[in-house]
């Protein structure tokens, strides 16, 4: 009887050594999901971060014409120097942009175009003039992430 006695007591400080180490274990494994989740946020704001920085050089105008579902790059290129120009905004030339596209919609009508200048100082002398298209329904606004 002595012997089963021994026998339980060393089973149950081994079951309370056992459960010791689970709560450390648990406790460990929360504060490694913490920290994996305070790293995804991280990353997440530092993409972000990256993409608005790749963005800087490019707007986003709505409302001109659309009128060729076939329309180039190098057409709305010519379209926004023309545009530009006509509305007194910047005197610009197609070597002052990238790259300039319609962007899909799901009614493919007056699609919006997006324009990278080859300068962000380009950019912002089109950004500060913007305010001349007022009433004209065209609107021209920073490319950011949403």
Request: aromatic share 4%; hydrophobic share 30%; glycine share 2%.
């Amino acid at each position: 009887m002595f012997e089963r006695e021994q026998e339980y007591d060393k089973l149950k400080e081994s079951i309370q050594s056992l459960d010791k180490t689970i709560l450390e274990k648990n406790l460990e494994k929360e504060n490694i999901e913490e920290s994996i989740r305070k790293q995804g946020e991280i990353i997440k704001k530092l993409e972000n971060e990256t993409e608005q920085y790749s963005r800087r050089n490019n707007i986003k105008i709505r409302g001109l014409p659309d009128t060729d579902p076939r329309e180039t790059a190098l057409d709305s290129a010519k379209k926004i120097v023309q545009f530009l120009k006509e509305k007194d905004i910047a005197s610009l030339s197609l070597s002052d942009i990238d790259i300039a596209h319609r962007l899909p919609n799901t009614h493919n009508k007056n699609r919006d175009i997006i324009v990278r200048f080859v300068s962000r100082l380009v950019r912002d002398e089109v950004m500060s003039q913007r305010r001349k298209l007022k009433n004209t329904g065209v609107f021209i606004n920073e490319d950011l992430t949403s």
